[in-house]
């Protein structure tokens, strides 16, 4: 979930969103159940600064196309995520009922954000590649091994979905994939430099995996690390990876 307006958050945050430049956020869903989609629904009433939420419906479930008219009639329900990466089975994306309520979110126009590892990324290039008109976007750079500094397979891997040109990337999770609490920016660069090679600037955006991310460090330091990584591109760029572009996929 995107840290949300500052009034939400314990005081001693504001000065830190300010200093990040925070304007806004889309929130994701956390647990897998219809009451958390209303619950971020709810709040994205209340306040402004959510300017979309990607909820969770039952993709597998008879019930799935009542569901998705209920909640695409609101305004700021822009997509839906499953927690893939806890299914044991890493071929779950390409089981035919769950293959089948991914294909109807176009319908609804929703976008489908991709929480995998990197053991799940094969399934995942088999599925955006059987429906590329739905668009997608990979979460947390599908959490690479940063510990153990490993880069194969899932630089392979990673590449080989960035193909398809309706998949996007979010540039986001990677410090809970790292030593907690001793990492330094330095070693996400190679593993940022992959992800933007291979999608370009335009199909990717920053993320913040908070509150999840504090698991390993403060939220202004791990926003730091793309912001300060994105200092190398022009100032156009800068702004399409922390705004532009992830207005552009979820149509905000």
């Not at 200093?19 to 209303?38: H, K, L, M, P, W």
């Not at 590892?117 to 976007?137: H, M, S, T």
Request: proline share 6%; charged share 25%; aromatic share 10%.
């Amino acid at each position: 979930m995107g840290i949300l307006k500052r009034d939400f958050l314990p005081k001693d945050l504001a000065p830190l969103l300010a200093s990040v430049d925070f304007q806004g956020s889309i929130a994701v869903q956390a647990r897998q159940s219809i009451e958390e989609t209303e619950w971020l629904l709810e709040l994205s009433n209340q306040f402004d600064s959510i300017r979309g939420v990607v909820g969770w419906v039952d993709l597998r479930s008879t019930a799935l196309e009542a569901q998705l008219s209920k909640y695409s009639a609101h305004s700021k329900f822009r997509g839906v995520r499953h927690v893939v990466q806890d299914e044991p089975d890493d071929d779950f994306p390409l089981r035919p009922d769950f293959q089948q309520g991914v294909q109807q979110l176009r319908r609804f126009n929703l976008t489908y954000d991709l929480l995998i590892f990197p053991r799940q990324l094969p399934a995942a290039i088999a599925l955006v590649e059987a429906l590329p008109q739905q668009p997608f976007v990979l979460d947390h750079i599908a959490k690479p091994a940063i510990r153990e500094g490993q880069l194969e397979p899932w630089k392979t891997n990673v590449e080989r979905l960035a193909r398809a040109k309706n998949v996007y990337c979010k540039l986001s999770g990677m410090v809970t994939e790292a030593v907690h609490g001793k990492w330094q920016p330095h070693h996400f660069h190679r593993y940022l430099d992959i992800v933007i090679g291979a999608f370009g600037s335009d199909r990717v955006m920053i993320g913040s995996d908070w509150p999840v991310c504090l698991l390993s460090g403060d939220y202004q330091r791990v926003q730091r690390i793309v912001l300060d990584y994105i200092k190398q591109f022009p100032v156009e760029t800068q702004s399409a990876i922390t705004g532009g572009n992830c207005s552009r996929f979820y149509g905000i």
